[in-house]
């Protein structure tokens, strides 16, 4: 399974942007050659930030590293909480975990509540675009079949996104991904105990059919700090034959502001390192990802 990977000469950039997200803060500049943790760099500096809503100690966040009741087992299963990474070990320094795919210029936890890797899990639903007479669209250059996935706004930047969560303590993956999707992609906090049920039932016979884990490991996310970063475990639900989804209720949940089927392009600009996730779903299926135009086919 490929996907993002330092090592691959891709150091993360996302992690490294400015403002961090929801502030003003800048972080320190990182220049490529710099983001390996192998690379000695004395003179490095990062700016210490954790937001004050992380701070504030909500049930889904840790203490701060020195507190008297904390001892938190890195690398380990600790209690509920999960804090192995799937990228293998990492070093934890004077307490503090560090980012395995490198320097970030921001030290602390940012808006990540846990120290080391905040789990998420991202539901990739995916159906063939058709026309109104229900054929496969093709894409003119590439020749190949268009896929759609159901992807949302977020709220919080704005951009398009695959429509994932956290995992929350103890909880299967698999339920994660459903229920991610249940509230951001379909309401289902809104809705009535009897609308609830009726979705609950079309989910389940989505998400156990046949599946595809595409990617397990690092998220290039904005929120990522030297000392707190995501990883996901991104899973693919192909609708062959777009009946299971043609009556699907699209509204965006409480964390999204638009959701929709949006066409499988490699011109996608989504959230974190979605594109490549969703690169990995259309190769898999033999989809159209890229392809240039030519200008004539627009006039
Ligand atoms: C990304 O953040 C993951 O890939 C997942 O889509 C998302 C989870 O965070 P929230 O949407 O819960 O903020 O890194």
């Given at each position: 399974?490929?996907?993002?990977?330092?090592?691959?000469?891709?150091?993360?950039?996302?992690?490294?942007?400015?403002?961090?997200?929801?502030?003003?803060?800048?972080?320190?500049?990182?220049?490529?050659?710099?983001?390996?943790?192998?690379?000695?760099?004395?003179?490095?500096?990062?700016?210490?930030?954790?937001?004050?809503?992380?701070?504030?100690?909500?049930?889904?966040?840790?203490?701060?590293?020195?507190?008297?009741?904390?001892?938190?087992?890195?690398?380990?299963?600790?209690?509920?909480?999960?804090?192995?990474?799937?990228?293998?070990?990492?070093?934890?320094?004077?307490?503090?975990?560090?980012?395995?795919?490198?320097?970030?210029?921001?030290?602390?936890?940012?808006?990540?509540?846990?120290?080391?890797?905040?789990?998420?899990?991202d539901p990739i639903l995916t159906r063939w675009k058709r026309d109104s007479r229900g054929n496969k669209v093709t894409h003119p250059v590439s020749?190949?079949?268009?896929?759609?996935?159901?992807?949302?706004?977020?709220?919080?930047?704005?951009?398009w996104a695959i429509p994932g969560g956290m995992v929350d303590p103890g909880e299967k993956i698999s339920n994660t991904l459903k229920r991610e999707?249940?509230?951001?992609?379909?309401?289902?906090?809104?809705?009535?105990?009897?609308?609830?049920?009726?979705?609950?039932?079309?989910?389940?016979?989505?998400?156990?059919?046949?599946?595809?884990?595409?990617y397990k490991g690092y998220v290039d996310d904005p929120r990522n700090t030297d000392n707190a970063w995501m990883e996901t475990e991104a899973v693919?639900?192909?609708?062959?034959?777009?009946?299971?989804?043609?009556?699907?209720?699209?509204?965006?949940?409480?964390?999204?502001?638009?959701?929709?089927?949006?066409?499988?392009?490699?011109?996608?600009?989504?959230?974190?390192?979605?594109?490549?996730?969703?690169?990995?779903?259309?190769?898999?299926?033999?989809?159209?990802?890229?392809?240039?135009?030519?200008?004539?086919?627009?006039?």
């Open positions: 399974m490929s996907g993002w990977s330092a090592a691959a000469g891709n150091p993360h950039k996302k992690a490294r942007t400015s403002p961090y997200p929801g502030s003003r803060v800048e972080r320190s500049h990182v220049p490529d050659e710099k983001v390996s943790w192998l690379v000695e760099w004395p003179e490095y500096h990062s700016v210490d930030y954790t937001a004050s809503s992380v701070l504030a100690r909500p049930r889904w966040a840790d203490p701060q590293v020195g507190e008297s009741n904390f001892s938190p087992k890195f690398n380990e299963k600790d209690g509920h909480v999960d804090r192995r990474s799937r990228n293998g070990l990492y070093e934890v320094e004077d307490g503090r975990p560090r980012n395995p795919a490198g320097r970030t210029g921001l030290m602390g936890r940012g808006l990540l509540g846990r120290w080391g890797p905040n789990h998420a899990a020749r190949k079949n268009i896929l759609q996935f159901v992807a949302i706004k977020r709220r919080d930047c704005g951009e999707f249940g509230e951001e992609v379909l309401d289902s906090l809104q809705k009535s105990r009897a609308e609830r049920q009726e979705l609950e039932e079309q989910l389940h016979r989505l998400f156990s059919q046949e599946h595809f884990v595409v693919n639900y192909h609708d062959e034959t777009g009946e299971m989804t043609g009556c699907l209720p699209l509204k965006a949940g409480d964390e999204a502001k638009e959701v929709r089927w949006a066409d499988i392009v490699d011109t996608l600009k989504l959230y974190a390192s979605h594109s490549q996730m969703i690169q990995l779903v259309a190769e898999k299926l033999g989809a159209h990802w890229s392809g240039e135009l030519h200008p004539d086919y627009y006039e």
